[in-house]
Structure formats: C-alpha cells, structure tokens
Antibody
Framework: EVQLVESGGGLVQPGGSLRLSCAASGFTFSNYWMHWVRQVPGKGLVWVSHISSDGSITSYADSVKGRFTISRDNAKNTLHLQMNSLRAEDTAIYYC??????????WGHGTLVTVSS | EIVLTQSPATLSLSPGERATLSCRASQSVSSYLAWYQQKPGQAPRLLIYDASNRATGIPARFSGSGSGTDFTLTISSLEPEDFAVYYCQQRGNWPRTFGQGTKVEIK
C-alpha cells in the first residue's frame, strides 16, 4: 500500500523553527517529485514547496521563500521541510503528497503546526 | 499565478440528487485540472485528473469535463458519503494552485 506519514508538527513560538518529516512506503520514493501543501483548519489548500525526484530542483511559495527548506533522503524514503522564522500565519496542517503527472496522490494524514506565544 | 474560482461556495442537495460543481481558471490550463474530495478530519483524495479521468477506485458517478478555463465536476446521484468539500487544482502553470472549495451539504 502506498503510504505517506508526516511527523514533527507541534506548538512553536513566533520566530522559532520546526522540522517536518514525511515517511514514504509502498512505492519507489526516488522516482517521484514530492510536495508540501498546507491548510489552515477550516480553510483551503495552499501549495508550499516541491522537490524533484533526485532533489536537484526545489521551489517555494513566495510566502515561505527564504524561511523554509525542502529536502529529501532517497536512501531513507523520507521527505523533510525545515521551517525557520515561523510566523503566526504559518499555523496550518501540513500535508506531504506524491506528484503523479501533476496530481497529488496520495496525501499523508497531515501534521499540525501551531505558531503562538 | 493562475486563480481558480469555484462555484457555488455551498451546494445544498439531498441524497440521490445530481451535483454540478464549477471551477473557472483565470487563464487557460488546457486540460490540466484535477478534482479532490476532502471529508472532515481527513486528507484530500484525488477524484479526477486531467479534467476527465477518474482516479483508481473512484466510482463512476463522479465525472469531470471541460478544458481551457471552464471545468465541471458532476456527481450523478449523491450517496451519503459524498457530502464533503471539493477542490479543483491546476497543473498547467507554476505554482500549482487550488480553488477555494465547494462544500456539498445535506439539504
């Protein structure tokens, strides 16, 4: 079964850092681009970042550029999102998702990040 | 950035009725549009990709149509499990963007 499991969310103060992880199983992780998408509870979906299958290409939404870093470890089938200088507006559920020809399938269950003092 | 506008925001229907959801793009995305379903407390699930192709395991009552800037998701006869929020998403241009969602609620 293709599965993605996020971890690393939690409560952090403004200006703080968190590192999210996404463990992949059931497919050849190194063959796929991967994405992070976030959702403020009760609101819509917003693309955050993506990384190519070999890690050589990355991209970020303007709202997180310079603060977040996406990376992957293909040997460990794991995707990461390093989040620095966190702001209240970064509070959201963060999902990792596999890119299959431009669509997202599957999605992980999500991990909640709360930025608050 | 391509803006996707979904309408209506909320659709109130009864089980067995037909649901028609719209997604309009601010510029052409060719056929590069997907639809997702999200239930409370769950991650989104892919229903339709490239405008009209059902994802694996998706029932035939879900269908998608359209190209360019205007797209439609149709649920031919609503089942109780279909009441949820539906999002469209384009892959025609970077960054990938989503619509704001249409909630299909029980009337």
């Amino acid at each position: 079964e293709v599965q993605l499991v996020e971890s690393g969310g939690g409560l952090v103060q403004p200006g703080g850092s968190l590192r999210l992880s996404c463990a992949a199983s059931g497919f050849t992780f190194s063959n796929y681009w991967m994405h992070w998408v976030r959702q403020v509870p009760g609101k819509g979906l917003v693309w955050v970042s993506h990384i190519s299958s070999d890690g050589s290409i990355t991209s970020y939404a303007d709202s997180v550029k310079g603060r977040f870093t996406i990376s992957r470890d293909n040997a460990k089938n794991t995707l990461h999102l390093q989040m620095n200088s966190l702001r209240a507006e970064d509070t959201a559920i963060y999902y990792c998702a596999r890119d299959v020809s431009g669509s997202y399938i599957p999605w992980g269950h999500g991990t909640l990040v709360t930025v608050s003092s | 950035e391509i803006v996707l506008t979904q309408s209506p925001a909320t659709l109130s229907l009864s089980p067995g009725e037909r649901a028609t959801l719209s997604c309009r793009a601010s510029q052409s995305v060719s056929s590069y549009l997907a639809w997702y379903q999200q239930k409370p407390g769950q991650a989104p699930r892919l229903l339709i990709y490239d405008a009209s192709n059902r994802a694996t395991g998706i029932p035939a009552r879900f269908s998608g149509s359209g190209s360019g800037t205007d797209f439609t998701l149709t649920i031919s006869s609503l089942e109780p499990e279909d009441f949820a929020v539906y999002y469209c998403q384009q892959r025609g241009n970077w960054p990938r963007t989503f619509g704001q969602g249409t909630k299909v609620e029980i009337k």
